[in-house]
C-alpha cells in the first residue's frame, strides 16, 4: 500500500467565497500497487463528519483500510469546514472526483466506478454532490465539464439530509451561515434528487439522537420517487458517529456494535454488484 497526500487547489473566487485563514484542503490516497491484483479497480473518497466545524480523523483512514483491504482504491477528503460556507467544501469534494478521474489511469482506477462516501455532515457533503454534480452554478464555478466531477456512486452512512423539521441544526447553520435565507432550502437534499443522482447505499440507526432517522427515509423516499437504486440499511440500536463501529474507531461501548461494523461488508458487497 502506497500513501500519498495531495493538496487540493480550488478558485473560491469564483464563487464569491474565501479560503479558510491558514488551512489548505488535501486528499489522502491509499493506493494498492497496480501489480497485486487485477485492474482497473472501483475508487471510494471519503469525507469525514464533524457537523461542518471539524472533520473526525475516527471517519477516515480507519475506513479508507476497509474499502483497501476489498480491493478499492481509497481517498480521505479533509475539505474546508465553518467559517466556510457553501458551496467551498462542494468544489472541494467536486475538484478530488475530477483529481482522481485524471489520475485513474496511472492509479488504475476506473473512471466510471468512482463513488464518494460520507459521514453525517460528510455524508451531507457527498449527497451535495451526488444531487448537484449535473447543475450549471457548480460546473461554472469550477470551470469544468459535468462529467468530470460526476459522482458514479453515493455511500451516505448516517448523513445529515434534511434542512427543515428534522435537521441537524448546527450542521445547516454552519453551511450556510450569513447566506441568504434561500440557501437553506436549497441545501436541503430530499428536494435535490433527480434522476442525475447516482445510485445510493445508505444507512443510520434507529436510536441515532443527534441525526434523526427522518434524514435517511426522506432521501430513501426521495430515491425512489426518482427511480434512483438504492440499498438503506436502518439498524435497530446505535448512537451516532459510529464510523466502523469497531474497536478501532470506538472509545466507548456505545460505538461499537458488532452488527453495525458488518456495513462495510455489505457497502463493499453492493459496490462489487455493478
Avoid at 9 to 36: G, M, Q, S
Avoid at 47 to 63: D, I, L
Amino acid at each position: 500500500m502506497k500513501f500519498k497526500r495531495f493538496s487540493i487547489n480550488v478558485d473560491y473566487h469564483r464563487a464569491n467565497r474565501e479560503k479558510v485563514p491558514d488551512f489548505t484542503p488535501c486528499l489522502d490516497a491509499y493506493l494498492l500497487d497496480k501489480a497485486a491484483q487485477a485492474y482497473p479497480r472501483k475508487a471510494v473518497i471519503i469525507c469525514p463528519g464533524g457537523g461542518y466545524t471539524f472533520t473526525s480523523k475516527r471517519e477516515g483512514e480507519a475506513v479508507a483500510t476497509r474499502f483497501l483491504e476489498a480491493g478499492i482504491q481509497a481517498f480521505v477528503l479533509w475539505y474546508s469546514v465553518a467559517p466556510a460556507v457553501f458551496p467551498v467544501s462542494l468544489m472541494e469534494l467536486a475538484t478530488a472526483v475530477r483529481f482522481v478521474r485524471s489520475r485513474a489511469e496511472e492509479w488504475g482506477i476506473d473512471p466510471n466506478e468512482i463513488a464518494v462516501l460520507g459521514f453525517s455532515a460528510g455524508g451531507h457533503l457527498a449527497a451535495t454532490l451526488a444531487t448537484m454534480w449535473q447543475m450549471d452554478f457548480l460546473n461554472d464555478f469550477l470551470d469544468s465539464e459535468k462529467e468530470e466531477i460526476r459522482p458514479d456512486y453515493s455511500i451516505l452512512c448516517y448523513p445529515v439530509i434534511t434542512s427543515g423539521k428534522y435537521t441537524h441544526a448546527g450542521s445547516i447553520e454552519n453551511l450556510v451561515n450569513g447566506l441568504d435565507d434561500d440557501f437553506i432550502d436549497f441545501v436541503s437534499l430530499e428536494n435535490r434528487v433527480s434522476p442525475f443522482t447516482p445510485p445510493t447505499f445508505i444507512w443510520s440507526t434507529w436510536t441515532d439522537h443527534t441525526v434523526p432517522i427522518e434524514n435517511t427515509l426522506y432521501y430513501i423516499d426521495a430515491l425512489y420517487e426518482n427511480g434512483v437504486s438504492c440499498e438503506a440499511h436502518v439498524y435497530h440500536k446505535g448512537g451516532h458517529g459510529l464510523s466502523v463501529a469497531n474497536e478501532e474507531t470506538g472509545t466507548n461501548k456505545t460505538e461499537i456494535s458488532p452488527v453495525v461494523s458488518e456495513w462495510t461488508t455489505l457497502c463493499i458487497n453492493w459496490l462489487n454488484s455493478f
